[in-house]
Nanobody, 125 residues
């Protein structure tokens, strides 16, 4: 059974930083992608960042490029999302997700099979 558990959310002021963590169990992502997604109030879920171990690449939404960094620690089965220079528009529930195969369209949530429960990020101006 695959379980994804996020942590690290919270409330910060604009310009601040947070690091989200996602611990995976029951899942081997050595050749697959794991992604971070977010859903703001009244908006649809969007892909934020993804890391695909098999091909060693990362992908980012244009809105977070240069500010967010996704990384992984295979020994800890953990994926991270370092978020710097946070803006109020980054406020959302952030979800970690994993997919059972493939690396195409890494920011498309429809291609992910497993989801965490989410962690809230609130950025005040």
């Amino acid at each position: 059974q695959v379980q994804l558990v996020e942590s690290g959310g919270g409330s910060v002021q604009a310009g601040g930083s947070l690091r989200l963590s996602c611990v995976a169990s029951g899942y081997t992502y050595s050749s697959n992608c794991m992604g971070w997604f977010r859903r703001a109030a009244g908006k649809e879920r969007e892909g934020v960042a993804a890391i695909c171990s098999g091909i060693g690449t990362t992908a980012y939404a244009d809105s977070v490029k240069g500010r967010f960094t996704v990384s992984q620690d295979n020994a800890k089965n953990t994926v991270y999302l370092q978020m710097n220079s946070l803006k109020p528009e980054d406020s959302a529930m952030y979800y970690c997700a994993a997919r059972s195969g493939g690396s195409w369209l890494p920011l498309n949530p429809m291609l992910y099979n497993y989801w965490g429960q989410g962690t809230q990020v609130t950025v005040s101006s």
